[in-house]
């Protein structure tokens, strides 16, 4: 149980487009979903975090009108990149948590982006 | 604050010997540590959780930490390597009020010799 999938696994896009990554929860109910980006050779890093049918809360330094972020059911959280550039690659690190082991985050495969 | 640093960037060991992974933490109260793993190009996989239950705590694949508060470390070990090891290994710490936050070291990465 506690499987949480991330699509699509890989992204290329022209600089100035908008890409989305979907993080799903598929076998229990995420209450809260968090967004993390790892740089080549770095750690996660938190972009936000984000609770069913409330905005989400941006860390320091993310930009929350270029990572537009949407949680609009309980087993389903949007990461979008808006006029994406080269320095917005990265690979982008979804996580759930539900009701049950409320310290536990379980996470998806990551999406790699790369903008040409 | 909460912070986990993880002393090793790169730990190599040849194919049966034990490991050691190097984790100390900061912490104003008594912390909640994880140690994930990443394999290349993949999600992270929990491997064990020390939530102020048993110091020593147990994990999947053989790895099992040793939460030491005098020497405020969370080092992770596992008897016997085996090639499927080699992966990079993350010390996290739960950051926040209503432990919402984790926090990743900076990574080790776990290198396997035959």
């Known amino acids: 149980g506690a499987v949480v999938s991330q699509h699509p696994s890989r992204v290329i896009c022209k600089s100035g487009t908008s890409v989305k990554i979907e993080c799903r929860s598929l076998?229990?109910?995420?209450?809260?979903m968090f967004w993390y980006r790892q740089f080549p050779k770095q750690s996660l890093m938190l972009m936000a975090t984000?609770?069913?049918?409330?905005?989400?809360?941006?860390e320091q330094g993310v930009e929350k009108d270029k990572f537009l972020i949407n949680h609009a059911s309980l087993t389903l959280s949007t990461l979008t990149v808006t006029s994406a550039h080269p320095e917005d690659s990265s690979f982008y690190i979804c996580?759930?948590?539900?009701?049950?082991?409320?310290?536990?985050?379980?996470f998806g495969p990551g999406t790699r982006l790369t903008v040409l | 604050a909460q912070s986990v640093t993880q002393l090793d960037s790169h730990v190599s060991v040849s194919e049966g010997t034990p490991v050691l992974l190097r984790c100390n933490y900061s912490?104003?109260?008594?912390?909640?540590l994880f140690w994930y793993v990443q394999h290349p190009n993949k999600g992270l996989q929990l491997l064990l959780k020390?939530?102020?239950?048993?110091?020593l705590v147990k994990g999947i694949n053989g790895f099992e930490a040793e939460f030491k508060k005098s020497e405020t470390s969370f080092h992770l070990t596992k008897p016997s390597a085996h090639m499927s090891d080699a992966a990079e290994y993350f010390c996290?710490?739960?950051?926040?009020?209503?432990?919402?936050?984790?926090?990743f070291g900076a990574g080790t990465i776990l290198r396997v010799k035959s």
């Open positions: 996580s759930a948590r539900g009701w049950r082991n409320y310290n536990e985050q379980f």
């Open positions: 076998d229990f109910q995420a209450t809260t």
């Open positions: 984000s609770n069913e049918g409330s905005k989400a809360t941006y």
């Open positions: 912490s104003s109260y008594s912390p909640s």
């Open positions: 020390y939530t102020s239950a048993a110091t």
């Open positions: 996290v710490v739960i950051k926040g009020e209503y432990g919402n936050k984790l926090v």
